[in-house]
């Protein structure tokens, strides 16, 4: 019955009287408030489980570090929101963080309120989503019959707010200090208290020329104590002095890791590491520990090189480019071991970056023993091309040894290219007549090849010897004349210094030839590709008519060179591309798409064509044999034409004017059930792009 009554008395509260019915009404209200608040408590104890699965997965990727940096980041989320709304007097109002997420809790007085609050949060926090969780307050019985209060927007009215949760306000994220030095810019982030900030400012004001403050820190309601002022104090006077730097504040703790200024720059003397350092250490407060880092980078050196020359003399090092210390005592101690007096190293060698291989020392270290097993010529190294030049005077077949041997020591990374010595007709030395006698002494000759300048003869001193060396590397470049002038105590031609300038700058003008002057008269023999250079030459053997030494010039235009040169049709260019890889074709490495050793002067030679080639974009399509698996032959085919694309435009030639596809099995030239037709279909091959049928799976 008791049941029954009640729930007559719920259908019809008119029946239980007018207080009856508001309290109904009340405790209704309460409900849905509570039945609210306690959805509200679930889906945000679901939204933290969700958080916390996420944070797992994170820390299972990263490591433990990715749980410090997801707390931080939602501790720092929640104390921007709920400073900005005390700042805003929302005191009715609270932010909970949850993961991504700001939920707005409490009871608003009106929706202007709740409206204002969301607001001050969205500007807090822009990159995080709100979830607007506030009700409105409760109101006392007849309220609505009452007269309306004044418009209070921020306050709160009616009963008091329920307490807040103890996860709102979250405490003072663990974020450390840090000043960050760029330019003429110190940039100030992390936790920062307002005597700190003001500390660091000081620091700043005492300076005569102090750099900009740029503060991007969030506050922090921590009081420091007097040492952790004193430290930032000290690490803001640092930074002052330095070209770049960065510093980390903890209480008692002070990371500082920087670059020094440069002379270049402007420095002086108590701008130096050891006088930044040292004040540092002096205005520290006792007790503070110091973990201070300031070096100047090493310079980077391009193109990087390495270039010694042996000769009666001893060594000779032309460049010296080194990675560290370790790899500089390698060196010099090869170096020692030639014959002849050492260079001093501090005057030769250089350390810095940007040597194309780990393994450059060893390489360095490997053409100075092979210098001397020859006994004299050159070695040098520019980035990852090394070269060893003969000396005129060495044995062919000594040379050819000797090379054999440098090229299995010399590492992968670096390509060794040979100079080999010339032909035994312009060795200087002793020579005879047709009848036996003595023949008088070749007091000048010159040998001029592709890639290197010989200079020989009798030079009647050492100064004239070193003028006319000098004098060829100007006209030639340092790199590639090799003195081997003899001085003779025999009286030389009144002529002889002019003599070898003149026949410098005739030799000049031709791409290979030789001169000799016997002390009487000069006879040149060259060739070169350019039609002019006849005409040239005799124009400048024209001072030796001057000096008064008859000479003769023959200069022999080579016409082949000269086609190879000119501009080829699409037609020809084709031919002549299938022409070389037919004849030489394009090897790999076992297995991958790199370029093998020995296929290296095929892609010179390639490329040397494809300039030449002009209206047409070439196609260098990769083909493999049906071993293995379809899918595995076209990516690796493909991978092996881009390989053979790169290495030609590493060369010169345009890249677009070339297009890398890869066709796999799908082409054969040949029966892939025999090894000789499989060997045939391994291939790379040159066709016009625009008339090329791609593979259907090829994507531009």
Do not use: K
Not at 476 to 482: A, C, D, K, N
């Amino acid at each position: 019955m008791a049941d029954r009554q009640q729930e007559q008395d719920d259908a019809n509260p008119q029946a239980q009287g007018p207080d009856s019915g508001l309290a109904v009404g009340q405790d209704r209200a309460q409900a849905a408030i509570a039945e609210r608040d306690a959805a509200a408590t679930a889906e945000a104890r679901s939204g933290w489980a969700v958080f916390a699965l996420g944070l797992a997965g994170l820390a299972a990727l990263l490591g433990p570090g990715a749980w410090v940096a997801a707390g931080q980041a939602q501790a720092l989320a929640g104390a921007r929101a709920n400073a900005a709304l005390e700042a805003a007097g929302a005191d009715w109002a609270w932010a909970a963080a949850d993961g991504l997420v700001l939920r707005l809790e409490g009871r608003f007085p009106q929706e202007a309120a709740r409206q204002l609050a969301l607001a001050a949060v969205a500007q807090a926090a822009p990159t995080a989503r709100i979830e607007d969780h506030a009700a409105p307050a409760e109101r006392s019985p007849g309220a609505d019959h009452a007269a309306a209060p004044a418009p209070v927007l921020l306050a709160a009215s009616g009963e008091p707010s329920p307490p807040r949760p103890a996860i709102s306000p979250p405490p003072d994220p663990a974020v450390p200090l840090t000043l960050a030095r760029d330019g003429q810019t110190i940039t100030l982030a992390g936790a920062v208290h307002p005597d700190l900030l003001d500390a660091i400012r000081e620091a700043l004001a005492a300076l005569p020329e102090a750099p900009e403050l740029q503060d991007v820190s969030m506050p922090d309601t921590r009081p420091p104590a007097p040492e952790d002022l004193a430290l930032a104090r000290a690490a803001t006077q640092a930074l002052a002095r330095l070209a770049s730097a960065r510093a980390e504040i903890a209480p008692g703790v002070l990371s500082l890791s920087g670059a020094p200024r440069t002379a270049a720059g402007g420095a002086v003397e108590s701008e130096s590491a050891a006088a930044v350092e040292q004040a540092l250490r002096d205005a520290a407060p006792p007790g503070a520990t110091l973990l201070i880092d300031i070096s100047r980078p090493p310079p980077a050196f391009s193109p990087f090189r390495f270039v010694i020359a042996l000769g009666p003399d001893g060594p000779t090092l032309l460049g010296c480019d080194l990675r560290d210390a370790a790899e500089r005592t390698a060196v010099l101690a090869a170096v020692d071991s030639l014959p002849g007096e050492a260079p001093r190293e501090d005057a030769v060698c250089r350390i810095g970056v940007g040597a194309p291989s780990d393994r450059w020392g060893a390489a360095a270290v490997a053409g100075i023993e092979a210098l001397g097993e020859l006994g004299s010529g050159r070695f040098e190294m520019i980035d990852g091309e090394a070269r060893l030049v003969a000396a005129p005077q060495t044995l062919s077949y000594q040379f050819g040894r000797t090379a054999r041997a440098l090229a299995e020591r010399m590492p992968e990374d670096f390509v060794l290219r040979l100079a080999p010595p010339p032909p035994a007709a312009w060795r200087p030395g002793p020579e005879q007549t047709e009848q036996g006698e003595p023949a008088p002494p070749r007091w000048f000759a010159m040998r001029l090849g592709p890639e290197s300048v010989s200079l020989m003869g009798a030079a009647p001193d050492a100064a004239s010897r070193d003028a006319v060396a000098a004098f060829a590397r100007a006209r030639f470049g340092v790199m590639g004349v090799q003195d081997a002038m003899d001085l003779t105590e025999a009286a030389p031609p009144p002529a002889w210094r002019r003599v070898a300038l003149a026949g410098i700058d005739v030799m000049r003008t031709l791409d290979s030839g030789t001169l000799a002057f016997d002390g009487e008269s000069a006879r040149i023999r060259g060739a070169s590709q350019r039609p002019m250079a006849a005409r040239e030459a005799a124009r400048v053997a024209a001072r030796f008519a001057e000096i008064g030494v008859p000479a003769s010039v023959e200069v022999t235009v080579d016409l082949p060179a000269v086609a190879a040169r000119l501009p080829l049709p699409p037609s020809a260019c084709l031919e002549a591309l299938q022409s070389e890889v037919e004849a030489a074709p394009i090897l790999f490495d076992p297995g991958a798409a790199r370029v093998a050793r020995e296929s290296l002067p095929t892609l010179d030679r390639l490329a040397a064509i494809l300039t030449r080639c002009e209206g047409i974009a070439v196609e260098i399509g990769g083909h493999t044999d049906s071993q293995g698996r379809e899918s595995t032959n076209a990516a690796l085919s493909r991978a092996r034409a881009e390989a053979v694309l790169e290495g030609l435009f590493a060369r010169g030639v345009p890249s677009g004017r070339m297009l890398a596809r890869g066709y796999g099995e799908s082409r054969p030239v040949a029966d892939n059930g025999t090894e000789a037709g499989r060997a045939l279909n391994r291939r790379i091959a040159f066709q016009d792009a625009a008339l090329a049928d791609p593979p259907e799976d090829f994507e531009e």
